[in-house]
């Protein structure tokens, strides 16, 4: 939904698994309005270097909000992410706390 402020965040989570190395997507939007957000989160090799895919709808990267903040890892080189995806600012990751996203 256009109208809804958070989607899927994920604060402090530790991303594993024994997937070939750059194999996984953080995300991909199901809907046009999809939203995924990773915050402080340890992002394993098995995360593809592009980060996200727009899973063939072109029309997506202009629509779904994918988004990282502050990221460490084997997975969590920014600088290949797609272009359409967002590092979000300190203050814009401010934002994603507990009491916000449950009670938005």
Known sequence: NENTQFGFVFLKCKITGNA???????????????????IECDLGNHIK????H?????DAEKTAFFAEYNN??????????????????????ERYTIKNILYA
Do not use: C, D, I, M
Request: proline letters at 8%.
């Open 20 to 38: 070939p190395e750059n194999s996984f997507y953080l995300g991909r939007p199901w809907r046009p309005f999809g939203k995924s957000v990773y």
């Open 49 to 52: 270097p592009e980060g996200w």
């Open 54 to 58: 727009n899973w063939n709808k072109s």
């Open 72 to 93: 460490f890892g084997e997975g969590a080189n920014s600088a290949e992410r797609v272009n359409w995806s967002h590092q979000l600012t300190t203050e814009q990751a």
